[in-house]
Structures are given as C-alpha cells and as structure tokens.
C-alpha cells in the first residue's frame, strides 16, 4: 500500500443502492446495491494500488461492496 494515490474514491452504502464519489474524474454516480452493481462499478475503478476508497457504510449492506473490492486487490 503506497501514501502517494492518484485518485481517492468515497462510497456511501445504503440497503438498495451505492453512491460513489470519483475525485479524479470529478463524479459521482450510483449503483444498484447487488452483484451487477458491483461489478459496473468495478469495471469504473483505476487498477490497485492507484486509489484509496473510503467506505461509509449503513448496518451490513456493505459487507458484499467491500469483499468484492477486496478481491480486487483494491486499497481501503
């Protein structure tokens, strides 16, 4: 894990959707909270090592969002 990110990515978690924050590009957006969302957001994420995501997380619904960036490689 480096100090130096390029980008910084925050995330809040509700029980139906995700709502993402994407310093670099200056955006922000939002997913369906299951394994579809997810994955689009995945597919919008710069590769590891390059950002730090920040996860505000509601009870346990981000418990799905945060193992699969886990298994990116991704740092949080």
């Known amino acids: 894990m480096t100090d130096d990110y390029?980008?910084?990515i925050?995330?809040?978690?509700?029980?139906?959707?995700?709502?993402?924050?994407?310093?670099?590009e200056k955006r922000s957006c939002s997913f369906d909270n299951d394994a579809p969302g997810i994955e689009k957001l995945l597919q919008n994420l710069p590769p590891p090592g390059t950002c730090l995501i920040v996860v505000e997380s509601t009870g346990i619904y981000h418990q799905a969002l945060v193992a699969a960036l886990v298994d990116q490689g991704l740092d949080l």
């Open 6 to 8: 390029a980008s910084y």
């Open 10 to 24: 925050g995330l809040d978690v509700a029980k139906l959707k995700f709502d993402a924050y994407l310093s670099a």
